[in-house]
Structure formats: C-alpha cells, structure tokens
C-alpha cells in the first residue's frame, strides 16, 4: 500500500506547479489558502482524533509537531516565491539536492542507514536532472536568492517529514493531517497578511484553478505522502518528489496550445532522455523502498 501511495501521490503532486500558474495568486496567499482549506476539510473528520493524540503526546513531541507544522508552511511559501527569483531550471536541479539532505537527516536524526541502493537511485536521478536542463541552464548570480529559497524549501519540507516519521506511530493519520495543515496555513497566512498578500478579489478562473490546487496536490497528493512516511523512511519520499517537476513539464508541454501561460513551453528529446533517467532512479528507489524493514520510530 505505501509503494501504491507513493506513486499516486506523485502524480497529484506534479499538477502543483500548472495549477499554480493557472491560478496566478499571490505565493503566501496561496498556500495560505491551499492548506487552511484543506485543514477545513479536514478538520470535521479529525478534530476528535487530534484532541485525543494531543492528550498522548509529551512535551517534546508537541514541540516536533509544531515545527513539523510551521516548516511544512514555510515549504509551501517559500517554494511559491522561489519562481519569482530563479528560473525553472534552477528550481529542477535544485530539487536533486532534496533526497540527499533526507538521506542525511534520516541517518543523523531517524538513524535510518544509507544503503548503496539509495546513493545509485540518487545518482541516476540526479543525473537524469541534469541531462533534462543542460542546454538551459545556466549559472546567474541574480538568481541566488531564489536558489537558495528553493534549498531552504527542499531542507524545510525533509525535516517536516522526519519530525512526521517521529509522530505518525503515536499519532492516527486524521490526527497529524489536521494539525499538520492548520499550522502550516497559519503560518502562511500570518505571512501573507505581513508580506501584504492579497487574500481576495480573484477572478472566477483564478478561484477555479486555486481550487483544483487544494483539492488535488494538497488534498490528495500530500496527504498520501503524510500517511507513507509512518512506514518508508524520508531518503524514499523525497526521492519519489523528483518526478514532480519532470511530471509538471510534461504536463505544461502537451497542454502549450490550450493554455497561454504554458505557450513557452518545450520538450526537446534530450529533455526526454533526461526525464526517463530520472524516473528510472526513482523507480530505483521505490522498488527497494517497497518492503522496508523500517521498525516504527519510537518518540
């Protein structure tokens, strides 16, 4: 099931970044929204769970919960500004250095072990990153800001989960996605309200794409990555994440013609080549993380 979980999860994920320009909404209003919706989704369904964890947990674990929190809002924030300050490609490679810190923090903080089968899954993935924007990119030192957001995202969201592979055992699913989201959209919303975000006063097609982003990355694709990492350790997660990127380019290619914010959009065959490398290195991965002989991390 977490093999399963995985896989559709990351293709509800890869539809972020198209729906987020469809939607064309201000970055900390955006996740402000797309979280603290999802929590009032959620919420009817996982109040009473949350509250009898809550009484569970002692006063280190409340601390883990609410950094898991916040850092997984500081994710959705950041990761959203970060296009304003670099370019995409700079974003994709960028994101290869994602499962290496999850390896990192796995074996120092989970001590989770670094097998060679996660080094040669993350090699192939991130050579296939590099392939896939070789003609493109190109280093700018006007794109430091930006590129460090996105390895402040990448590090924000891996110790999201690693402080979620620490609840998840003493916490039911219902109980840490409700907290998870209510926490993670106060924190965005406090900082769109600072930042000067606007909130409102959207277009009908912008309320239409902002809805689809709630409902099918968040809602659907991040929720499932919550509930897998009870059970496969955070190196397996974040390497799965690396489709997104590729998955989302796909995506925006196929629909340039119908969509003017995608009319730049290309897919030369060694972008293809590059693609398929890294699927391969995160089928890799998945295929050693689909039985892991991970005891349940203990609080």
Known sequence: MPFFALLLGTLAVSTAPPLILLADVPPFALAAWRL????????????????????????????????????????????????????????????????????????????????????????????????????????????????????????????????????????????????????????????????????????DDQWFWLICAILVPTLVGHSLFHYVVKYVPVFYVNLTILGEPILALLAMYLLRERFEVFQASSLTPTQLVGGMMLLVGVAVGLTAGRKPKVAEVAA
């Open 36 to 203: 603290l919706a999802v929590a009032l989704l959620l919420l009817p369904f996982a109040a009473v769970h949350l509250w009898r964890d809550l009484g569970k947990l002692n006063r280190r674990e409340l601390f883990y919960l609410a950094a898991s929190g916040v850092l997984y809002g500081v994710h959705f924030g950041l990761f959203n500004l970060a296009f304003a300050h670099t370019s995409k490609e700079s974003v994709v490679v960028l994101l290869g250095v994602q499962p290496l810190m999850a390896a990192a923090v796995g074996a120092l903080w989970l001590k989770e072990a670094i097998t060679r089968t996660m080094l040669a899954a993350s090699a192939i993935a991130i050579g296939g990153l590099t392939v896939f924007v070789w003609h493109d990119y190109t280093f700018d030192s006007s794109h430091l800001v930006g590129d460090t957001l996105v390895l402040v995202c990448g590090l924000a969201i891996v110790l999201s989960y690693s402080a979620g592979r620490k609840l998840r055992p003493r916490m039911s699913l219902r109980g840490y996605l409700g907290a998870l989201y209510v926490l993670g959209g106060l924190t965005c919303l406090a900082v769109a309200l600072l930042s000067g975000d606007r909130l409102a006063g959207y277009g």
